[in-house]
Every structure is written in C-alpha cells, then in structure tokens.
C-alpha cells in the first residue's frame, strides 16, 4: 500500500457519504499492514463486506427498528408465542429477545441483546464476542460497549473478527460466498457484497 492521501481521496470517492473517512483510512494505513491485509484482493474483500454492512460506512450501530412484517421475516421464530405489536419499531425490546440466551448473552431481562447489539465495521455482536475482544485489546468494552465506535477499535474489532475466522484464506481464493457465509450467517445481500467488492478492487488497485 502507498500514498494514503490519495487513498484517501480515492475513498472519499467510492464513499462519498462517510463523514469519518480520514480517521477510516488512517487506521487502514495503520492496521492493515499489522495483519497481512495490505494486499490487494484480501483489501478488496474486507472492505466490500464492511462497506455492505455499514451502508457504505455511513452506520456503524446495528439497526433494529423493525416493523411487524420486518419482526416476522426476519425473526419469525422468535414470535411465535409473542405479541409481535408489543415490539414493533423498539429496536431495544427487539434486541432484548432476538439476542437472549446466546453468544453469551443473558435472557431477555438481561438487557444483554441490547448492550450488546451489532457495532463496528462487521457489527461486532454479543456479551461473548464483546469479552473476547476486551481481552485482545486489553481494554473494558463489556462496561463500555460504546467505545467500539471509536475509529481505531471499530476497524480493530472487524480485523479481530476476520483473523478470528482466518478470512485472508478465502479472499486468496476470492471465495466470497464463504467469507459472507462467516460474516452473515448466510448469503443475505451477497450482490452487493460482491459489487462493493469488485468496486473496491477497481478503486484502489493503483496503490498497490
């Protein structure tokens, strides 16, 4: 990787909507070198599927304020015996019952689904993943989720997230779907992911 100011304003470019793009590339310049990221494709796939899950970076809290329809398309099992209305567009209530009793997490009165709930760049989730991290950067986000938010640590705890499941593997191979697969759980919004993907490739070969 070179010339981080015209990254930068190659970045600014492609995502012209992030208003923390220099604190982004930053620690991009910074990390990416740290943990064998500063390769072209595996650069590529890691920022595609971050700029799918954080609308370009422009959101970097998980959003759960759902609907009915959204609550029964997206979490049907979970309201099978609940009243559906009762949390319809309460994204704290939501994250209460469709986070309880996993990924560490207490039941729903914890309160833990919401404390808890999806930050970063690969939307770090769960009390679990959450102590876990703390202890890889030596710092308390289980009392302090939100310091996640912070520039430094929501790119540290994406990268935390992708050498956790060894992701540069499937990026050599440009193996998407599987590297979505570990993001996602599933394959959900994999045309974007794969857009986003190319369109970081493109952009930033030239520093390479």
């Keep these: 990787m070179k ?19 220099n604190d982004i590339v930053h620690e991009i310049f910074k990390q990416f070198p740290e943990n064998d990221l500063d390769k ?7 920022l595609g599927q ?18 009915v329809k959204g609550l029964l398309t997206v979490f049907p099992k979970y309201f099978k ?10 994204p ?14 207490g039941n729903e009165s914890s309160k833990d689904g919401w404390k808890f709930r999806g930050r970063g760049l690969i939307q770090l989730t769960g009390k679990s993943n959450y102590e876990e991290f703390s202890k ?5 986000f289980l009392e302090n989720p939100d310091k996640i938010l912070e520039p430094k640590y929501m790119l540290k705890s ?34 974007d ?4 993907t190319n369109q970081c490739f493109n952009t930033f070969k030239p520093f390479f």
């Design 92 to 105: 704290e209530k939501i994250a209460n019952l469709v986070y309880a009793n996993r990924m560490g997490n």
């Design 50 to 67: 971050c700029a799918h899950e954080t609308l370009s970076f422009t959101r970097f809290t998980e959003n759960l304020n759902y609907s």
């Design 158 to 191: 994406a990268i935390w997230f992708w050498n956790k499941n060894n992701l540069n593997r499937y990026a050599d191979c440009n193996e998407i779907v599987r590297i979505t697969r570990k993001i996602n759980g599933g394959t959900n919004g994999l045309d």
């Design 81 to 90: 015996n609940k009243n559906v209305n009762e949390y319809a567009r309460n």
């Design 193 to 196: 992911r794969s857009i986003k």
């Design 40 to 46: 072209l494709h595996r650069l590529s796939h890691f």
């Design 3 to 21: 010339n981080e100011q015209g990254f930068l304003e190659a970045f600014k470019h492609l995502f012209p909507s992030c208003e923390i793009a």
């Design 136 to 140: 890889y950067c030596n710092e308390d």
